[in-house]
């Protein structure tokens, strides 16, 4: 009897302590990440602070394919709705450049979008496979054939190498529309940060050489200088923490625009274009914590005084880049859906040109709040635990 009243209180103790570990763990969570919200600022949400924290302190790859999986996320599964076929395309210097193409299954004749990826025109910055999460997902909403470009980069190719390849590959996807069962007179262009200013200028290159007719284009964070300006955001922004820094863009102005005159061409700074007249309707999405947020903002307001229905966005909270993580951020989720709402309306009604006013998107509330909260404690916690390891280790 004695034996058994001392193992059961020595079970009661057990539990207690577990328990005390419990709220211990979860309390220091709670407090690391309050730390890693707290910047100069302002406080950052959770989830956009977790994965910050994580790419900044390379706990993480920058890789939003890989990403999810390490910071328990799931990715929804099901039966496939699309094909996915990489393939080289040839360019007018002889060259071949890689293409991935995505098409929905038991559709044909379908619209074709273009998505040219981010990465600071430089190698080693962003390609056609670290876009494949936002490209297959770009498909799959719309229900169109995407096709994501890999246009050559610096520093082995300058400009125009990237832009004059991305026009080119416009041109291979409406001569092949046939074959891919799309509708060659229905096409969009859409780019991601340095993709959003090859997207745009694209667009203006098919209006001055009377290339393949465009329904839309949707630009995420665009980079649309490349002189020296001075504005809010790139002065607030440009430290780096916020996945973009200044000496990124300084080495990208360098690498891919090495002579100052390039500076001012309206295929390389669309904002400095004079004329911005007949282009096809923008969506701009821009993100609050991001040094290219007002110069992309100011392109959407000069496109819309220039006559091109235009659409903005400007979502609070997260930073550039967010729309890559849509598979962990219901900001990069909203962001998704907004662009595959504008290029539906775009292809199936058009966009009727209105003043434009810039929308706020405030960051989540209610059930989705709760949902992004409980999964920032839960990355949280594997980042901890992923940083004690590795500080255990390195002994």
Same mark, same amino acid.
């Given at each position: 009897?004695?034996?058994?009243l001392?193992?059961?209180?020595?079970?009661?103790?057990?539990?207690?302590?577990?328990?005390?570990?419990?709220?211990?763990?979860?309390?220091?969570?709670?407090?690391?990440?309050?730390?890693?919200?707290?910047?100069?600022?302002?406080?950052?949400?959770?989830?956009?602070?977790?994965?910050?924290?994580?790419?900044?302190?390379?706990?993480?790859?920058?890789?939003?394919?890989?990403l999810?999986?390490?910071l328990?996320?799931?990715?929804?599964?099901?039966?496939?709705?699309?094909?996915?076929?990489?393939?080289?395309?040839?360019?007018s210097?002889?060259?071949?450049?890689?293409?991935?193409?995505?098409?929905?299954?038991?559709?044909?004749?379908?619209?074709?979008?273009m998505?040219?990826?981010?990465?600071?025109?430089?190698?080693?910055?962003?390609?056609?496979?670290?876009?494949?999460?936002?490209?297959?997902?770009?498909?799959?909403?719309?229900?169109?054939?995407?096709?994501?470009v890999?246009?050559?980069?610096?520093?082995?190719?300058?400009?125009?190498?990237?832009?004059?390849?991305?026009?080119?590959a416009?041109?291979?996807?409406?001569?092949?529309?046939?074959?891919?069962?799309?509708?060659?007179?229905?096409?969009?262009?859409?780019?991601?940060?340095?993709?959003?200013?090859?997207?745009?200028?694209?667009?203006?290159?098919?209006?001055?050489?009377?290339? =393949?007719? !465009?329904?839309?284009? /949707?630009? &995420?964070? *665009? +980079?649309?200088?490349?002189?020296?300006?001075?504005? $809010?955001?790139?002065?607030?922004?440009?430290?780096?923490?916020?996945?973009?820094s200044?000496?990124?863009?300084?080495?990208?102005?360098?690498?891919?625009?090495?002579?100052?005159?390039?500076?001012?061409?309206?295929?390389?700074?669309?904002?400095?274009?004079?004329?911005?007249?007949?282009?096809? =309707?923008? !969506?701009?999405?821009? /993100?609050? &914590?991001? *040094? +290219?947020?007002?110069?992309?903002?100011?392109?959407? $307001?000069?496109?819309s005084?220039?006559?091109v229905?235009?659409?903005?966005?400007?979502y609070?909270?997260?930073?550039?880049?967010?729309?890559?993580?849509?598979?962990?951020?219901q900001?990069?989720?909203?962001?998704?859906?907004?662009?595959?709402?504008?290029?539906?309306?775009?292809?199936?009604?058009?966009?009727?040109?209105?003043?434009?006013?810039?929308?706020?998107?405030?960051?989540?509330?209610?059930?989705?709040?709760?949902?992004?909260?409980?999964?920032?404690?839960?990355?949280?916690?594997?980042?901890?635990?992923?940083?004690?390891?590795?500080?255990?280790t390195?002994?």
């Amino acid at each position: 009897m004695l034996s058994y009243l001392t193992a059961s209180a020595m079970v009661k103790r057990s539990l207690l302590f577990v328990l005390i570990m419990i709220f211990i763990t979860i309390f220091a969570v709670f407090v690391y990440i309050q730390q890693w919200a707290s910047t100069d600022h302002g406080k950052l949400p959770a989830k956009t602070a977790v994965i910050l924290h994580a790419i900044n302190n390379q706990l993480v790859p920058l890789d939003p394919d890989i990403l999810p999986d390490r910071l328990l996320t799931k990715r929804s599964k099901g039966q496939p709705t699309m094909v996915q076929e990489d393939q080289s395309i040839s360019v007018s210097d002889g060259s071949q450049i890689p293409v991935r193409i995505y098409r929905p299954l038991g559709k044909e004749q379908v619209p074709i979008i273009m998505y040219y990826h981010g990465g600071a025109f430089m190698e080693g910055y962003g390609n056609i496979h670290t876009h494949h999460s936002i490209t297959r997902a770009l498909s799959r909403q719309t229900g169109c054939i995407v096709i994501s470009v890999g246009y050559r980069v610096a520093p082995h190719y300058v400009f125009p190498t990237a832009i004059e390849d991305s026009y080119e590959a416009l041109k291979w996807a409406h001569e092949h529309a046939g074959e891919l069962g799309g509708d060659p007179s229905q096409m969009a262009v859409v780019g991601d940060s340095a993709g959003g200013n090859i997207a745009t200028v694209v667009a203006t290159m098919a209006r001055d050489r009377n290339g =393949p007719d !465009l329904k839309a284009q /949707a630009l &995420f964070y *665009p +980079l649309t200088t490349f002189k020296d300006i001075e504005n $809010e955001s790139r002065q607030a922004f440009d430290s780096g923490y916020f996945l973009l820094s200044r000496s990124v863009m300084e080495l990208a102005r360098e690498s891919y625009t090495p002579d100052k005159v390039m500076w001012l061409n309206p295929y390389t700074s669309p904002l400095e274009a004079e004329d911005l007249s007949n282009l096809p =309707p923008a !969506l701009v999405i821009t /993100a609050e &914590f991001d *040094p +290219l947020r007002d110069e992309g903002e100011a392109y959407a $307001e000069k496109l819309s005084e220039a006559g091109v229905a235009v659409r903005a966005s400007r979502y609070l909270g997260v930073m550039h880049a967010f729309i890559s993580f849509h598979d962990i951020m219901q900001s990069g989720r909203a962001g998704l859906a907004e662009t595959a709402g504008f290029l539906t309306d775009a292809f199936e009604n058009g966009i009727d040109h209105e003043p434009l006013t810039i929308q706020v998107k405030q960051h989540p509330s209610g059930l989705n709040r709760v949902r992004d909260d409980t999964e920032a404690f839960l990355m949280g916690a594997y980042l901890l635990g992923k940083s004690g390891m590795n500080a255990f280790t390195g002994f």
